[in-house]
């Protein structure tokens, strides 16, 4: 029945906002934009994040997380401090891989990977 991930959305309260710490700080290259800009989805890989405001549709601290798979997670780590990203999961291992949590401007949870080579 389900193949796959369509997409995963990400709900803010300020577009222009999000749009400049998704695009500038995770530097994430839009692939499409609707709703008078308000939405704007970037393709990673076969998946794409959508990030925008939808009426419906609220951000929230304990939401949904997105894990973005990172060839260094010691240099995105490194990087995303140095532009202000806060973490309040810092650095963790685990049998299968390396992550840290930071969130959005709107307190959305989002995470560096590092997959272990298997």
Same mark, same amino acid.
């Given at each position: 029945?389900?193949? @796959?991930?369509?997409? !995963? $959305?990400?709900? =803010?309260? &300020?577009?222009?906002? #999000?749009?400049?710490?998704?695009?500038?700080?995770?530097?994430?290259?839009?692939?499409?934009?609707?709703?008078?800009?308000?939405?704007?989805?970037?393709?990673?890989?076969?998946?794409?994040?959508?990030?925008?405001?939808?009426?419906?549709?609220?951000?929230?601290? @304990?939401?949904?997380? !997105? $894990?973005?798979? =990172?060839? &260094?997670?010691?240099? #995105?780590?490194?990087?995303?401090?140095?532009?202000?990203?806060?973490?309040?999961?810092?650095?963790?291992?685990?049998?299968?891989?390396?992550?840290?949590?930071?969130?959005?401007?709107?307190?959305?949870?989002?995470?560096?990977?590092?997959?272990?080579?298997?």
């Amino acid at each position: 029945m389900i193949k @796959e991930v369509a997409f !995963v $959305a990400i709900a =803010v309260s &300020d577009a222009e906002r #999000a749009r400049k710490f998704y695009q500038e700080t995770l530097e994430l290259k839009p692939s499409t934009t609707a709703m008078g800009g308000a939405w704007v989805e970037y393709d990673l890989g076969a998946t794409t994040i959508g990030v925008g405001c939808h009426p419906d549709w609220k951000p929230s601290r @304990e939401g949904t997380t !997105v $894990a973005f798979e =990172v060839d &260094d997670i010691d240099a #995105a780590i490194a990087k995303l401090k140095k532009r202000g990203v806060k973490f309040d999961l810092d650095k963790l291992e685990t049998p299968v891989c390396w992550m840290a949590q930071f969130r959005d401007p709107d307190g959305n949870k989002l995470v560096v990977h590092k997959r272990k080579k298997q």
